[in-house]
Every structure is written in structure tokens, then in C-alpha cells.
């Protein structure tokens, strides 16, 4: 074997100086477990700007590093001979006196002596500084940007909210659902809609509508179309008379002209249909178990063309469904029209029939209007706006009728007799919370003052839907009216009518000699749903658990920022005594502050808003700081700005809300 003359291979000992000094990465030779600096090069003394390294140890050096895992990291290598790589590493090294953040990607290596035997370390370091601000500043921009696009997509959705109908009317004889879903990749508002609306004689009229394009422009249209078609309809429920006023505005403004409508009204009494598609796809006809089949197109020409609206006609049975769509469920990429019609109709018919996607929990129609969209959507993207608008003829509900004794007890079996009546009758989550709060207080009324000095009678209740979509609630006794000064600070007299009165569309007191009846009046409304493409991905709502309506749970949250607790259930007459005295106990009388979190409150009645403001004035006047928070949107929030009690609805517990 050939003896290599390693000196010759080096270089001689003037160029290896003058190499190390220029190369341009940071390189530095340490001796000793104590990692004494022997060697520098000058792009390492550059970055560094210190004279007399060399001599001394990293720590003597650099004493500003310790507690940053670099001398711990020069230590594993001398001790475990193993070579260490790192990435980035975020450093703060004190140059000229000022502490300085930088990034460093380096290897430190084992330095052996002719024995192989550890005898230092060695760094070789790169500055990434440059690079990781440039890559963070791109990241902070990315964030910036899709914080933008999200507060305009929520604007968007917002403005699409408010342009589409705040509900569908709840009928005795007709369940509606409705759906939107916006184009997958759009930014902007889109220019379908629908509408529905209860005519004389319990008739309701159904409309869905397609204004070509999409942006604020196209949705300012849709919003004219929809105000115009709605006004006349609720006329006479004319559809051709309606038609020709939507094509005279169409004709005179641009935006609104090719626009594309289906009408369609149903007497729910006979079942008897008419329609008319200007333009637009036919109604989807769906009967029993059977297959779905499209009405017969009207032959009407789009919006703006001057033409005329004929009118077809069909009968639904019981049972039966109707269905009113866009196109942009039809017209998906890479779905030709025929196929997808079919395609459409036999997905929509499994939904009616409850023969996909079991068990959801929900009405006939809404499961055509949200399964549909989620079987069919997944399958092939859609590029345009997708409505879906379905009402189903059912038999008429059977009115609710209550007679109970005029004891606390009964309140909450008659807040939850009413609220499961409403649910079955398809009435929205508010409706519900309305209408089943204004009872409470009323039976609460009639159990505390009917009946005062006298044998305790008993309240009857009976609940009524009407044909234009209005639930009608008697509570009577046969007690005497007593007349009670309005509610003052600590009183409960006079409250529960005033809530009830802001509560509903109307309450009238018709008091007698044999008792008093308390008459409510509301019309019913179920929202539509204008969904996203996440929501139709995730499947229709998983029912949650509930605990006894009539309980009321005060229970401590003893992992919140300060003292807290959270309050479950109904507060009625028969549980404010509860609320009351836990938070006397908690607040020590109005000393101590507390969070109390409301958002779980399913009914807050007259009783408990008298706790609560009882509450409140020992915590000021003891300056305990009581807190009342209900989210936004929650029963309890609802009541609370009805009767101007102090609150929050931002989390006091969340640091981004606070």
C-alpha cells in the first residue's frame, strides 16, 4: 500500500488559513469539554463583531446564549461522539450591545485527534435570517389575505342572508324546506333565490329564480325580481299577472333580463297546482315511493323577452312533494342535461322516501333539500349556484289541548307540551323559544294570581295552527282578574306581560267574571338554509342529547378565568328560588365577583329576570362585580336586551373576545 503524504494532500499550512478565513459559511474549531475557541473564521468574527475569541470558552463569549440549548447541544456532541444537525434555530446573540434575533441552520461536528479520540467540537453554521423573515413575512401575508377573504365571504353570506326570505311560512296542511348553496368556487353573491308565501283562502305560493351572473349587481336584481314577483302574488296569487310585472321590470333594467323563474301555487286543501316555468326547469313531482317525474314545461320564455305566461296544472296528493330547483343542480361539469335530470329526480325520490342516508331526523322535505345536494354534489362539482325549494301536502295537525291544576309544577309541562307541538309542526328554533316562553308566563300568571285567596283551580291551554300560518294559544282559568301596578326593581308584577307582549305578534287579555283568557297569536316561520360546501360534506345535523327539560342545572367551572359557573335548563317561577339562592351563596350576598354563563338558559322568564336584576343591584352595591354573559343569538341574550338587564355576549373567558 502506497504511504499518501497527507501534508502535500492539505496544503500548506498558509493556504488552509487563507481557505478557512474566506469560506462563507460560519466556521468555528472548539477544544475541551469546555469548548475553548481555538479557531474563527472571518465570516464567524463578522457576524459576531468580537475581538479575543480565541482563548476563551463559548460560555466566556457568548454568555448572553445561556439557557438557549447551544452550549447543551456542543455538550451531547463531545460527550456522545454524535453528530447534531439543526434547522433554523432561533438565537438572540448580543452584537454591540444590542440583543438580536437570528436564524441559523448548523452542524456540529466531533473533532478527533490522531488516536481517534474526542477532543473538541467544530460548528459549521449558515445565517438563514434573510430567508426565514422573507418566508414568515409571506406566511403573514397569506394570513392577512385569507382573513380578507373570509370576512368578505361572510359579508357575502351576510348579504345573501338578508336578500333571501328570513323564513318559510309553516302551514297545517303544507311542510316547506328550502336550501341555497353558492357555486363552489365563487366569491361573489349569487343571483338565485327563492321565496314562499301564504296567500287568502291557506293557498301558498312557491318561487325559485335564476338572474344571470353573480356580484352585488346580480343580487340587487334578484332582490327586485323577488319584491315585485312577491308583491303581486300576495295580490291574488295571479301567477301569469305576476310573470308580466317581473318581465316589465326586466325589460327596463338589463341586469334582470334572461332571468328565469318558476312559479308555482298550491291550494294544500285539494291539492290542486298551478305554474308556470319562465324559462326555467319544470317542477319535480314526487308521489309516494315512487319515482319522481317533471311536470310538463309551461313553454314561457325567460324574463325580458315581452312574452307570455301560460299556466300548467297538477294535483298532489297526501304525501306527495314538490320540488322547485335551479339549475345549476342540473348543469354540473361533466353530467350531460338528460342524465342528470334522471339522475336528479331518482336522488331526490330516495331522499323523500327516507331510503338514503337514515335515521337524520329530519322532515320528508328537508331531507330532498340538503341529502340531495349532499349525494349529488360530492359526485361532480358545481359551477353554478344550486336553490332547492320542496313542500310536501300532509295531513292537518291535531290542535293541543292542556287542562292541568293550577300549580308551580305544571309550568314547565307546559312549556314543553307547547315547544314539542311547535317542533313537530316544522316551526323554527325562534318561533319555538318565543311562542313557548310566552306561555310559560302566561300559566305561571294564572298559577300565582288566579286563584289568590281561594281553593286552587285549574289552567287550560288549547293551541291551534290557522290556515294562514298563525298558531292561535288560549290559556284560561277561571279565576279573578286582578289588576297589578306595572313592574318596579325587585318585582315580578307586570314584567311577564310585557316580555310576552314583545315576544309573540300579539297577546290579548279577555278578562270576565268566570276567569281571564290570555290569547296569543304568532305566525310561524321555518328558516330556509343557505349552506357552504363544508356544511353539505358534512351530512345532515347529528341530534344532540338532552338532559329533564324541567331541570336546572347550576354547575361550577372551576378551569375558567376566574370564579365561574354555568346555568342548564328552563328559569321558571318553579326554579328561579334555586338560581336565587346559589347565587346569594356564591357571590357571598353580592361581595364576590362571578361569571355567570347563561348561553344554556332555554327559557328566561319574568321570575328569573327579577333574580338576575336583584342580583345585579347587590353587586353593585356591594361592588362584587357580577357578570351576566349569554351568547349572541341564545334565548337568555334575547330577554336580556328585551329588559335592558346589563350583560355581555362576548365570552369574558375568551382572550380573542375579550
Known amino acids: 500500500m502506497r504511504d499518501w503524504d497527507w501534508a502535500g494532500e492539505v496544503g500548506d499550512a498558509d493556504t488552509v488559513r487563507a481557505v ?110 434573510q430567508r426565514v423573515l422573507e418566508r414568515q413575512a409571506a406566511q403573514e401575508r397569506a394570513e392577512v389575505a385569507e382573513r380578507r377573504y373570509a370576512a368578505a365571504r361572510d359579508t357575502i353570506v351576510a348579504l345573501q342572508r338578508e336578500l333571501l326570505p328570513a323564513g318559510l311560512p309553516v302551514l297545517p296542511r303544507a311542510r316547506l324546506a328550502a336550501t341555497y348553496l353558492p357555486a363552489e368556487a365563487d366569491t361573489a353573491a349569487g343571483g338565485d333565490w327563492f321565496d314562499a308565501v301564504t296567500l287568502p283562502g291557506g293557498r301558498v305560493a312557491l318561487t325559485v329564480g335564476d338572474v344571470v351572473g353573480h ?45 328565469t ?60 312533494l314538490l320540488v322547485l330547483l335551479t339549475d345549476g343542480l342540473i348543469e354540473r361539469p361533466g353530467r350531460d342535461h338528460g342524465g342528470s335530470l334522471v339522475e336528479t329526480a331518482q336522488v331526490a325520490a330516495d331522499a323523500a322516501a327516507d331510503r338514503v342516508l337514515r335515521g337524520s331526523g329530519l322532515s320528508a322535505v328537508q331531507r330532498v333539500c340538503t341529502q340531495t345536494l349532499e ?66 308566563e302566561l300559566v305561571t300568571n294564572g298559577v300565582e294570581h288566579a286563584y289568590a285567596g281561594r281553593a286552587a283551580g285549574e289552567i287550560s291551554l288549547i293551541a291551534e295552527l290557522e290556515t294562514d300560518g298563525a298558531v292561535r294559544i288560549e290559556v284560561s282559568d277561571e279565576g279573578h282578574w286582578q289588576e297589578r301596578p306595572p313592574a318596579t326593581s325587585g318585582r315580578t308584577g307586570g314584567l311577564g306581560l310585557m316580555l310576552a307582549d314583545q315576544l309573540v305578534d300579539s297577546v290579548r287579555l279577555r278578562p270576565s267574571a268566570h276567569g281571564t283568557t290570555a290569547e296569543i297569536r304568532h305566525c310561524l316561520s321555518t328558516p330556509g338554509r343557505l349552506l357552504t360546501l363544508d356544511e353539505v360534506s358534512a351530512g345532515a345535523p347529528v ?60 327559557l328566561l322568564s319574568s321570575a328569573g329576570v327579577a333574580v338576575l336584576q336583584a342580583a345585579l343591584h347587590r353587586s353593585r352595591d356591594h361592588d362584587g362585580r357580577l357578570c351576566l354573559y349569554a351568547a349572541a343569538g341564545s334565548p337568555a341574550q334575547h330577554i336580556l336586551a328585551l329588559t335592558a338587564l346589563a350583560h355581555t355576549s362576548a365570552d369574558p373567558g375568551d382572550p380573542v373576545a375579550g
Open 20 to 129: 478557512f478565513d474566506g469560506m462563507p459559511v460560519l466556521l468555528l474549531g472548539m477544544a475541551g469539554p469546555q469548548h475553548r475557541i481555538v479557531a474563527a473564521n472571518a465570516a464567524f468574527r463578522a457576524l459576531t463583531r468580537r475581538s479575543g475569541q480565541v482563548g476563551r470558552t463559548v460560555a466566556e463569549v457568548f454568555p448572553e446564549m445561556q439557557g438557549q440549548q447551544v452550549y447543551e447541544m456542543y455538550d451531547r456532541v463531545y460527550r456522545t461522539g454524535q453528530q447534531q444537525v439543526a434547522r433554523e434555530w432561533h438565537v438572540q446573540m448580543d452584537v454591540e450591545g444590542v440583543l438580536t434575533d437570528g436564524y441559523y441552520d448548523f452542524t456540529v461536528t466531533p473533532w478527533r485527534g490522531p488516536d481517534g479520540e474526542i477532543v473538541g467540537t467544530t460548528l459549521v453554521s449558515q445565517d438563514v435570517t
Open 215 to 259: 356580484g352585488v349587481a346580480a343580487s340587487a336584481v334578484m332582490g327586485q325580481l323577488r319584491a315585485v314577483l312577491q308583491d303581486r302574488l300576495l295580490g291574488d296569487g295571479d301567477i301569469a299577472g305576476a310573470l308580466a310585472a317581473a318581465d316589465r321590470l326586466a325589460r327596463r333594467t338589463p341586469g334582470a333580463r334572461a332571468a
Open 261 to 320: 323563474v318558476c312559479v308555482a301555487v298550491l291550494d294544500p286543501g285539494d291539492g290542486a297546482v298551478t305554474y308556470c316555468t319562465a324559462g326555467h326547469p319544470p317542477p319535480l313531482l314526487i308521489s309516494g315511493d315512487g319515482p319522481g317525474r317533471y311536470l310538463p314545461s309551461t313553454g314561457a320564455a325567460p324574463l325580458g323577452g315581452d312574452a307570455t305566461f301560460p299556466v300548467g296544472t297538477a294535483r298532489l296528493a297526501e304525501g306527495d
Open 375 to 440: 349525494l349529488l354534489v360530492r359526485q361532480a362539482p358545481h359551477a353554478d349556484d344550486v336553490t332547492m325549494l320542496a313542500v310536501q301536502r300532509v295531513p292537518s295537525p291535531a290542535p293541543l289541548r292542556l287542562q292541568v291544576p293550577a300549580r308551580r309544577g305544571v309550568i314547565g309541562s307546559a312549556y314543553r307540551a307547547v315547544g314539542q307541538w311547535l317542533a313537530e309542526l316544522g316551526a323554527g328554533e325562534h318561533d319555538v323559544s318565543a311562542v313557548r316562553h310566552v306561555v310559560a
Open 543 to 602: 341530534p344532540r342529547p338532552t338532559h329533564d327539560p324541567d331541570l336546572l342545572l347550576i354547575l361550577d367551572e372551576p378551569y375558567g378565568a376566574g370564579p365561574r359557573v354555568r346555568v342548564d335548563g328552563p328559569v321558571t317561577a318553579a326554579t328561579a328560588g334555586q338560581l336565587a339562592a346559589d347565587l346569594q351563596r356564591m357571590t357571598r350576598h353580592g361581595t364576590r365577583p362571578l361569571t355567570v354563563d347563561l348561553t344554556g338558559v332555554t
